[in-house]
């Protein structure tokens, strides 16, 4: 099955909104969790990233929340631009001695100006 | 800047041809990785490496090798292209810590016809 699944391929959000990604997993032994950003004909980049000791991180407008009980996790964007327009990947790991992420289909946000 | 090469860019292959995917990096990173992504699915991984001469199987390795010759370079081989090999491949590295990043190639595009 899918160990990473994010439920909506895409989000439309007004500027200056707060956009909320989510995303869901399977497994309980992944310990880590990232947020990548990719723009079209482009390659995904690391946008943050959060430990499971942890059940929130804020970087500027974004902010991971980190849920293990319900294995779940979000990324809100605050004060959202049209300069956010890109699909949004979740990926997730756990210490098995490489890093092998899953990572989830994306969700394709826009963002209206 | 970290930084990932991927060459080509774009190819074109018919069924049943051999078809080669470069990588090279330039982090010194020791681990490697050959990802493919398609239309509803998110990045999946079909090969890795932990340094040179080490190549393992990911999720989806059928139909795929691997060789990694050098710290810095990772093909991957269709032996026998199909069609199903048709998508977008992404080739990435790191420094084979779970909590870093992974620095990805701007990928290739492969058409089997």
């Known amino acids: 099955g899918q160990q990473v699944k994010q439920s909506s391929p895409s989000l439309t959000v007004q500027e200056g909104g707060i956009s909320i990604l989510n995303c869901d997993y399977e497994?309980?032994?992944?310990?880590?969790f990232a947020w990548y950003k990719k723009y079209p004909d482009n390659s995904p980049t690391l946008l943050i990233s959060v430990r499971s000791n942890v059940d929130k991180r804020e970087d500027g407008r974004l902010t991971v929340f980190l849920n293990k009980s319900g294995k779940h996790f979000s990324l809100h964007i605050t004060a959202s631009q049209p300069e956010d327009t890109a699909v949004y990947l979740c990926?997730?790991?756990?210490?098995?001695?490489?890093?092998?992420?899953?990572f989830g289909k994306g969700t394709s946000l826009t963002v209206i100006p | 800047e970290a930084a990932v090469t991927q060459s080509p860019r774009n190819k074109v292959a018919v069924t049943g041809g051999k078809v080669t995917l470069s990588c090279n990096q330039t982090?010194?990173?020791?681990?490697m990785y050959w990802y493919r992504q398609d239309t509803g699915h998110g990045l999946r991984l079909i090969h890795y490496s932990y340094g040179a001469g080490s190549t393992e199987k990911g999720d989806i390795p059928d139909g795929y090798k691997a060789s990694r010759p050098s710290q810095e370079n990772f093909s991957l081989i269709l032996e026998l292209a199909t069609p199903s090999q048709t998508s977008v491949y992404f080739c990435?590295?790191?420094?084979?810590?779970?909590?870093?990043?992974?620095?990805f190639g701007h990928g290739t595009k492969l058409s089997v016809l």
């Open positions: 990926a997730a790991g756990a210490n098995t001695g490489y890093q092998n992420f899953y």
């Open positions: 982090n010194n990173h020791n681990n």
């Open positions: 990435a590295s790191g420094p084979g810590q779970l909590n870093e990043r992974l620095f």
């Open positions: 497994n309980d032994m992944f310990d880590y």
